[in-house]
Nanobody, 124 residues
Framework: QVQLVESGGGLVQTGGSLRLSCAAS????????IGWFRQAPGKEREFVSA????????YYSDSVKGRFTISRDNAKNTVYLQMNNLKPEDTAVYYC?????????????????WGQGTQVTVSS
């Protein structure tokens, strides 16, 4: 089992920044990659970004590329999502998830463990 806890969400104005954290515990050595997803009211959960646990590969959706940066601190078993130039359409609950199997994917269905989510609200 891998336990994930997100933090860092909040209310920010358009153009502002937030840094989300995803702290992992338990059998973290079984996780091949960590992904960030988000879900806005009435919408499906969508892929935002992912990083291999080794940190050698990162992935972004087109909607956040150039604005968000994913990184990890293995010593702290924590993955970060730095979000800059935030827009109202970034408003959602953000979840981190761990995938055990090899290869990074963008489908939420292929991730094995999930955190409880953290709310990000961007005001216009």
């Amino acid at each position: 089992q891998v336990q994930l806890v997100e933090s860092g969400g909040g209310l920010v104005q358009t153009g502002g920044s937030l840094r989300l954290s995803c702290a992992a515990s338990g059998r973290t050595f079984t996780a091949n990659s960590i992904g960030w997803f988000r879900q806005a009211p009435g919408k499906e959960r969508e892929f935002v970004s992912a990083i291999t646990w080794s940190g050698d590969s990162t992935y972004y959706s087109d909607s956040v590329k150039g604005r968000f940066t994913i990184s990890r601190d293995n010593a702290k078993n924590t993955v970060y999502l730095q979000m800059n130039n935030l827009k109202p359409e970034d408003t959602a609950v953000y979840y981190c998830a761990a995938r055990v199997r090899a290869w990074v994917t963008t489908s939420s269905l292929t991730y094995d463990y999930w955190g409880q989510g953290t709310q990000v609200t961007v005001s216009s």
